[in-house]
């Protein structure tokens, strides 16, 4: 299977997860290289790479680079800082699925950058403190998105337990608010627009999730763009390939009524879980879920 085929199947099968943690990765490996490579011949890109990708606190700029605001949140400078904000990501990002739809967690994801972009700006444009240093300032990484998701999780599902290093075992919803506390702390540190951005980042994966629990989803129109896009990049990939003849058990009739009863059933149990938390399913409906799960 060649990489297209690749990501043309985590399309197909709904793995938002996969896929975050593929272009962060790639998109480092390919500026850290491209940027070895300028280096051989005296050409610094750092420069570049803080103008064009990462967000300026400055307005003006930022309205000349407006691509930023979503640029940013998958430039990392180094390998570390990848690293835990991926590993961050990959933690919590199982645990959100736990409690959401697969698909909602790429909304939350950007949600959270956006949100923890837009604070991060107005933060160093109204506080007399931060505007000091707004000359040269810039954004970048993917840790506000993953705040969003950390902090959405808590909500949902506040109760359930992560086992941590030299910790043991805690319940994610003192997860989620020692970093907002971390983070709240810190807004007055070397690091002030990243914390800030983090605060953005875990109030937007707070207000998603308690609005979703009244049933309201700000993030469809979101979600809605993402099915199509998907929908048409799995078209044009089926276009380009040979037809292959497949040999069904079941008939079409049979398959489309077994996939309905499905989806009702993972309807009633999200439903449930929206409503009362993860803890609420019982043995049989917790088996159901990761079943279905593990068939994505």
Not at 85 to 105: A, D, H, I, P, T
Not at 147 to 167: K, Y
Request: with cysteine; net charge positive; aromatic share 12%.
């Amino acid at each position: 299977m060649n990489f297209r085929s690749f990501l043309s199947h985590q399309l197909k099968q709904n793995n938002a997860l996969t896929l975050l943690l593929l272009v962060n990765s790639i998109i480092y490996i390919g500026l850290t290289l491209t940027t070895l490579i300028f280096q051989l011949f005296n050409v610094n890109l750092s420069a570049w790479i803080a103008s064009s990708l990462c967000l300026s606190a400055s307005i003006p700029e930022f309205l000349s680079k407006p691509w930023t605001v979503l640029t940013y949140m998958f430039v990392h400078t180094g390998f570390f800082h990848l690293f835990f904000n991926m590993l961050c990501l990959y933690w919590f990002g199982k645990l959100f699925q736990e409690s959401f739809v697969r698909k909602q967690l790429t909304g939350v994801y950007l949600l959270g950058g956006l949100v923890g972009g837009g604070l991060y700006m107005a933060a160093f444009n109204i506080f007399p403190y931060l505007s000091e240093h707004l000359a040269g300032s810039s954004l970048l990484g993917a840790s506000a998105a993953v705040m969003a998701i950390i902090t959405a999780a808590a909500v949902t599902n506040p109760n359930r337990q992560l086992r941590l290093l030299f910790i043991g075992a805690i319940k994610i919803k003192y997860v989620a608010i020692a970093a907002v506390i971390i983070s709240m702390l810190s807004i007055t540190s070397s690091n002030a627009g990243g914390q800030i951005a983090h605060l953005g980042g875990a109030a937007a994966g707070w207000l998603y999730a308690v609005l979703l629990q009244k049933h309201i989803d700000i993030l469809r129109p979101i979600t809605f763009i993402g099915d199509k896009l998907s929908v048409i990049f799995v078209l044009r990939k089926r276009k380009s390939t040979p037809k292959t003849t497949y040999h069904y058990v079941k008939s079409d009739a049979d398959f489309n009524q077994q996939k309905a009863r499905n989806d009702a059933e993972m309807d009633i149990i999200l439903d449930k879980i929206r409503k009362s938390g993860y803890g609420s399913l019982s043995d049989k409906e917790k088996k159901k879920l990761f079943d279905h799960s593990a068939n994505l």
